[in-house]
């Protein structure tokens, strides 16, 4: 966004910024499952329980969600074509930092839920 305005390169960047942060958080759950498969044996790991696992399979499906809808505003954004550059006045722009504040909470969530997960899976 460059002088109060957005042009359809700066949304671009972002959603292929969104969607590839989003595909590492679940990438990063999908190990951290995989993870405690490996330390079920362990004596000195404890596994994670049922409710820690169906937080992190809720935590995928949230994940997977925003990930749906960053597509669905990249499939409109060619109807919306004719009125780029946008002002913080058109509905899109609302939208659109609708949506980044969203990507900052979620990243905020997966940080918290995966930085306890790891000390206790790890070593």
């Given at each position: 966004?460059?002088?109060?305005?957005?042009?359809?390169?700066d949304?671009?960047?972002?959603?292929?910024?969104?969607k590839?942060r989003?595909n590492?958080?679940?990438?990063e759950?999908?190990i951290?499952k995989?993870?405690?498969?490996?330390?079920k044996?362990?004596?000195?790991?404890a596994?994670l329980?049922?409710?820690?696992?169906?937080?992190?399979?809720?935590?995928?499906?949230?994940l997977?969600?925003?990930?749906?809808?960053i597509?669905?505003?990249?499939?409109e954004?060619q109807?919306?074509n004719?009125?780029?550059?946008?002002?913080?006045?058109?509905q899109?722009?609302?939208?659109?930092?609708g949506?980044?504040?969203?990507?900052?909470d979620?990243?905020?969530?997966?940080?918290?839920?995966?930085a306890?997960?790891?000390?206790a899976?790890?070593i």
């Amino acid at each position: 966004m460059k002088g109060g305005k957005i042009n359809m390169i700066d949304l671009d960047f972002e959603y292929k910024m969104w969607k590839n942060r989003l595909n590492l958080f679940i990438k990063e759950i999908e190990i951290l499952k995989e993870r405690n498969e490996e330390v079920k044996n362990e004596e000195f790991i404890a596994e994670l329980n049922t409710v820690e696992l169906m937080v992190l399979d809720e935590h995928i499906d949230q994940l997977t969600k925003h990930v749906n809808r960053i597509k669905v505003q990249e499939n409109e954004l060619q109807f919306y074509n004719k009125d780029f550059p946008i002002t913080s006045n058109h509905q899109y722009y609302k939208e659109h930092t609708g949506l980044r504040e969203k990507m900052n909470d979620v990243s905020k969530i997966h940080f918290n839920r995966v930085a306890d997960l790891i000390v206790a899976l790890g070593i």
